[in-house]
């Protein structure tokens, strides 16, 4: 059992007992066992802490392995963060907001994450950095080409770029090009073409 599911067993345990209180329940915070001390086994199962009493030990939630009998000092309490909201112009991914859980973090096609991609709750109730955000994508501002030249300014993606030609010289490939999602010019850069001067 999960140590999320905690909460749910020790309200069944508490109405099977008659002795349901919803306040006491929520109050028995998930715990996990700290750092070196957590061994690489499940402690003995129990329901209450008279089962654990021989050991000195108590009846908490150990994280994955669910209600174990756990000695007190090994423990620290699951700190919960706050709800980072949601990312504008991109995904959020994991709705747990308790130590040790991660969100993921992505933007829209079209968009660039600036900042970390995943945020993890950390025991003292805070997230291991700053919420990101999604910035348009751009692409870098295309060169004249010889004899030609680019009309356009904006870089941002979907944004169109269109080449000319000086008088006396044709345009050879696209007229037009756009910025695509991934920050580059679609197709090729085009090149003007002159005609040579006869020679007698």
């Known amino acids: 059992m999960r140590c999320d599911s905690c909460i749910a ?3 069944i345990l508490h109405s ?19 750092g070196s001390d957590r061994p690489k086994f499940c402690r003995k199962s129990c329901t209450r802490d008279e089962q654990c009493k021989k050991a000195n030990k108590r009846c908490l ?5 669910g209600l174990s009998c756990v000695n007190p000092w090994y423990v620290v309490t699951a700190r919960s963060c706050t709800d980072p909201g949601n990312i504008l112009n991109g995904y959020r991914n994991g709705e747990l907001f308790y130590y040790p859980h991660s969100i993921e973090l992505s933007c829209s096609p079209g968009y660039q994450l600036i900042g970390a991609s995943t945020l993890q709750c950390l025991s003292n109730g805070q997230w291991s950095d700053a919420m990101p955000h999604c910035k348009p994508a751009e692409c870098p501002r295309p060169s004249d080409p010889v004899h030609g030249k680019v009309l356009g300014s904006s870089l941002t993606y979907q944004s169109r770029v269109t080449y000319s030609c000086k008088e006396g010289y044709r345009l050879v490939g696209q007229l037009q090009r756009i910025c695509l999602a991934e920050g580059r010019w679609a197709g090729n850069e085009p090149i003007c073409e ?5 020679t007698v």
């Open 9 to 11: 067993l020790l309200l």
């Open 61 to 65: 939630c150990d994280g994955p392995c």
């Open 16 to 34: 099977i007992n008659g002795t349901f209180s919803y306040s006491a329940a929520l109050s028995s915070s998930c715990v996990i066992v700290s």
């Open 194 to 198: 002159g005609n040579e001067p006869n």
